[in-house]
């Protein structure tokens, strides 16, 4: 029976998130019961694409993402996979009319990170943050707002702003590891063994400027998805402040984290932010 296959398609992505990220769960939750399905499949789709090139270090690499994308338009093309993952996705992207030039843009970035190990221009490194994070946002943006074009191209700004914002909070709190172990660097103009205070500071400045712009979009979305989009925001938002205040010598020797617990106090705090209408 292709429902229950179907549900059961939707709980495998449900299990991709919470094993591979509590903070996005916690927002997620926070999510209307109506669209956390289609949110869940959209984050297992770029999750297991993500993990392709940053893990599976023992494996041919290309080939696995070449095959994930293929096997992802025979799924669309045929409206069924047993990878249940692509199953649900397709699902997804046919209902709430996610176009492929937002896929393909997500994969485009996907494979730069098989080889490319610097961005030299601003112009590369904003290409690379549309495709790995933007779209994402536009992505989920076409589930907020459940097919009004309207509503979506008044909110596509702020969504791309927020998903560079967590993108480029990523890139911080990530650092060591990019270098370290997967010989990249994302900011330009910026030499990652000698960061300097300056250029920290610079860095996080940037991110500010795209969460004001991104909290625009948050409080006029849909009340569907306004709470769990703020509860990610709030959760970056506190992730850039505590990078904010360690030395640029400490991001490149440790990673910085939110605690569990504060997750959750987090979590709490958007809870009756919301509900007292002080959004």
Do not use: W
Not at 96 to 109: G, T, V
Not at 201 to 207: A, L, Q, R, S, W
Not at 262 to 276: D, E, G, M, Q
């Amino acid at each position: 029976m292709k429902q229950l296959y179907d549900e059961t398609s939707f709980r495998c992505s449900k299990i991709v998130t919470k094993n591979y990220s509590t903070s996005f769960s916690l927002a997620v939750y926070m999510l209307s019961p109506k669209i956390r399905e289609a949110i869940y499949s959209i984050y297992a789709f770029v999750r297991f694409a993500d993990e392709i090139v940053d893990s599976f270090h023992s494996y041919e690499k290309e080939v696995l993402l070449n095959e994930f994308e293929a096997d992802f338009y025979k799924a669309y093309k045929n409206n069924i996979s047993l990878n249940p993952i692509l199953n649900c996705f397709q699902l997804t992207v046919k209902k709430y009319n996610i176009s492929d030039d937002l896929i393909q843009s997500f994969l485009k970035s996907m494979k730069a990170d098989l080889n490319k190990e610097s961005y030299n221009t601003v112009e590369e490194y904003n290409e690379y943050i549309y495709g790995s994070a933007d779209v994402v946002g536009l992505m989920c943006l076409k589930v907020f707002v459940g097919g009004d074009q309207k509503k979506y191209d008044e909110l596509k700004e702020s969504a791309m702003s927020l998903g560079t914002a967590f993108q480029k909070v990523n890139f911080l709190r990530d650092l060591k590891d990019d270098y370290e172990a997967l010989n990249r660097s994302y900011f330009p103009n910026i030499d990652i063994t000698a960061l300097t205070a300056e250029d920290k500071n610079t860095i996080v400045k940037e991110i500010e400027a795209d969460f004001e712009l991104a909290y625009k979009g948050i409080i006029n979305l849909p009340v569907e998805a306004r709470l769990g989009v703020y509860t990610a925001y709030i959760y970056y938002k506190k992730l850039l402040l505590k990078i904010s205040k360690v030395s640029s010598e400490k991001i490149l020797t440790t990673r910085i984290r939110v605690s569990n617990p504060n997750k959750l106090s987090l979590v709490a705090k958007s809870y009756f932010t919301h509900k007292l209408n002080m959004l």
